[in-house]
């Protein structure tokens, strides 16, 4: 897409086959965005690219940001990862630069603040079947639950 998507709706991506949605512009859609179904995968080509709202990557599907980028994800964006327990169904997001989101759920469970990373990276959680790349995915550190008010 090299036009910019904006309003407050939700972007969903699901499709089968091994499809590709590329962003080459900042976007300020706010429903979030949902990539699911085999083997597609969703690229960051600018700053903002994934709008503000919250980030969903299901079963077999990735989300891939460009080097030399720092905010594509909103700081303030939770990111689920749901079909991660294997390299089979793994939902995966490979980091070429540095990120900051509020909240990390994979498989519905909440993990600590800290670094998020492949065993490429620096970050103080390593795992290369969530992660690839070299950059670091940086969870802020809040206590207690998140409620979400829209």
């Known amino acids: 897409m090299t036009g910019r998507v904006s309003g407050p709706g939700k972007l969903t991506f699901s499709n089968r086959n091994r499809n590709i949605l590329l962003f080459f512009a900042p976007n300020s859609f706010s429903g979030g965005l949902e990539v699911s179904s085999d083997r597609n995968y969703t690229r960051a080509s600018s700053e903002g690219a994934f ?15 460009d080097s ?62 969530l992660f690839s790349g070299t950059g670091l995915l940086t969870v802020k550190n809040i206590p207690g639950s998140i409620l979400r008010i829209k």
């Open 68 to 129: 030399a980028l720092s905010d594509t994800i909103s700081d303030s964006a939770i990111l689920y990862l749901n079909g991660s327990r294997s390299t089979q169904v793994a939902a995966k997001m490979v980091l070429g630069s540095d990120e900051t989101i509020l909240a990390l759920y994979v498989d519905g469970v909440r993990k600590s603040g800290g670094t998020y990373g492949s065993t490429s990276s620096t970050a103080t959680y390593q795992d290369d079947t």
């Open 51 to 65: 709008g503000t709202g919250d980030i969903t990557i299901n079963n077999l599907t990735s989300i891939v940001i």
